[in-house]
C-alpha cells in the first residue's frame, strides 16, 4: 500500500474521462435528427434500439451540464446538455411535470409516469442545466418536479402501485438515499432553511430507520412503515452498492453539516458493506442478497454490475479523503485492480456493465435500458477530483 501514486491515479482517472467515456457519448448517443439520446449502444457505440427512457435522458443532460460548470466550459458539452434538455421538456412529461418512463424516438410517450425516479433525474438534469445556462425556465421545472416528489414521498408509485394496501405495506430505501443527493444537487434553487431540513429527514431516514445495528450495521433495502425489519422477500433483501453509494451521499452531506461523527458512521458502513458484499471465492460485489442468507428473489443476484464497484470506488476514496482510515485505501486498492480489470473494454471506448459470477463479459452492451452516461463518468470524476486533492 505505500506505492500508492495519487498523481498517477488522477491522471488515470482524468484521462479516462476525457478522452475515451465522455468522447463515447459525445459520437454515439445523441439523435441529430429528434433530439435527445439514444442509451442502447453495442460494444462498438452502433446504436441497436432507439427506445429514451427518462432516467437516462436526465443523466445525460445533467452529466454535461455538471462538467460544463465543473470542468470546463466546453461548447460541445453545453451543446449536447442543452438539446437532452430541450427534448425532455418537449416530450419527458404530462404537460403538468409527470415524468413517462419511457419515449419512442420521436418521443412519444411509451410507458407511462409509474417510476419516480423519472422525477429524481429530471430534477437532477434541469437544476444543473439551469446552472450551466442561467435559463430561468429550466430552474422553474427542477423546482417544480421536486414539489411533486416531495408530494410523493409516503406513496411514490401513486396509482401505478400494484401492491395490495394495507397487508404488507413497505418502505424502500431508494428514495430516501436519492434525496440525499438531490438536496446537494439543487442547493442553489432551494431556501436555506428548507434545505437543511430536507437533509436532516433524509439523513435520519438513511441512518436510523433503513441502517440496522441489529444486523452488524447492515444497510437493508425495504422496512416495514414503522420501520420494524420484515420477513419476506423484499423485507430480507440488501443490496451492496445501492448502500455504499449511499454512504458517499451521507459522507457529503456530514461534510455540508460539519458533522465529522455522521461522515464517520458512513464510512464504517461503507466498509461494513463492503466486507458482506464481497464474493470471497471469485471477487467483485454481489448485486443482491438475503440478509437471512436465504436464495435471493433476483436471478440475477450474483452478477457483478459495473455501477457497485464504480460507485464503492468513490465510497472509499472519499472515506479516506475525510477520515484518513486506511483501511478504506486498502479496500479502493482492491475494488480498483477488479474493477479495471473486468469491466474496462481494451478495445473499444466506455465500459462494459454486466459480468458474471465469475467475472466474465455477460453482455457486451456499453448502454441499455438501465445503463447509460452516468455511472462510469460521474465516477471517474469523482474519483479524479478525491484523487486531485489528495496529491495535495
Known amino acids: 500500500m505505500k506505492n500508492f501514486d495519487f498523481n498517477e491515479l488522477a491522471t488515470l482517472y482524468k484521462t479516462e474521462l476525457l478522452d475515451n467515456v465522455l468522447p463515447f457519448w459525445l459520437a454515439n448517443s445523441q439523435d441529430k435528427e429528434f433530439g435527445g439520446y439514444f442509451s442502447c449502444l453495442n460494444r462498438d457505440g452502433s446504436v441497436f434500439d432507439t427506445d429514451k427512457f427518462i432516467w437516462l435522458q436526465g443523466r445525460e443532460v445533467w452529466m454535461f451540464s455538471m462538467l460544463y460548470n465543473k470542468v470546463e466550459k466546453r461548447q460541445e458539452w453545453l451543446d449536447c446538455a442543452i438539446q437532452g434538455g430541450e427534448f425532455l421538456k418537449k416530450y419527458g412529461h404530462d404537460g403538468n411535470y409527470n415524468w413517462y418512463f419511457s419515449l419512442d424516438r420521436q418521443g412519444r410517450p411509451l410507458v407511462e409516469p409509474y417510476n419516480i425516479f423519472s422525477y429524481t433525474f429530471a430534477t437532477m438534469a434541469f437544476g444543473q442545466l439551469s446552472l450551466a445556462t442561467g435559463n430561468q425556465e429550466y430552474a422553474e421545472i427542477a423546482k417544480k ?14 396509482k401505478w402501485n400494484k401492491l395490495y394496501p394495507g397487508t404488507r ?26 434545505l437543511i ?17 441489529e444486523l452488524g ?3 437493508v433495502e425495504n422496512v416495514g412503515v414503522n420501520g420494524e425489519l420484515v420477513d419476506c422477500f423484499e423485507g430480507r433483501q440488501v443490496t451492496p452498492g445501492h448502500a455504499i453509494e449511499a454512504m458517499w451521499f451521507i459522507m457529503d452531506l456530514g461534510k455540508r453539516l460539519n458533522r465529522p461523527e455522521l461522515i464517520e458512521k458512513a464510512k464504517d458502513t461503507a466498509l461494513r458493506m463492503y466486507e458482506y458484499g464481497w464474493d470471497k471465492e471469485n471477487g467483485g460485489i454481489f448485486y443482491f442478497m438475503d440478509r437471512l442468507g436465504n436464495p435471493p428473489q433476483q436471478l440475477e443476484w450474483d452478477q457483478k454490475l459495473w455501477w457497485v464497484h464504480i460507485e464503492t470506488l468513490i465510497a472509499m476514496l472519499k472515506g479516506y479523503q475525510l477520515t484518513g482510515d486506511v483501511k478504506c485505501l486498502e479496500v479502493f486498492h482492491t475494488v480498483h485492480t477488479y474493477t479495471w480489470e473486468h469491466f474496462k473494454d481494451k478495445e473499444y471506448p466506455e465500459w462494459f456493465g454486466y459480468l458474471n459470477r465469475r467475472g466474465e463479459v455477460l453482455l457486451p452492451l456499453k448502454g441499455g435500458k438501465w445503463k447509460g452516461c452516468f455511472h462510469v463518468p460521474r465516477g471517474l470524476y469523482q474519483c479524479w477530483q478525491i484523487l486531485e486533492d489528495l496529491k495535495k
Request: glycine fraction near 4%; charge should be negative.
Open 145 to 158: 418536479t421536486f414539489d411533486i416528489i416531495l408530494s410523493k414521498v409516503n406513496n411514490p408509485k401513486g
Open 169 to 194: 405495506d413497505l418502505k424502500n430505501f431508494a428514495l430516501p438515499m436519492i434525496l440525499c443527493n438531490l438536496a446537494l444537487e439543487i442547493e442553489h434553487l432551494l431556501d436555506e432553511n428548507f
Open 197 to 213: 431540513e430536507k437533509m436532516e429527514t433524509c439523513i435520519h431516514e438513511v441512518m436510523d430507520v433503513f441502517y440496522r445495528p
Open 217 to 219: 450495521g447492515l444497510i
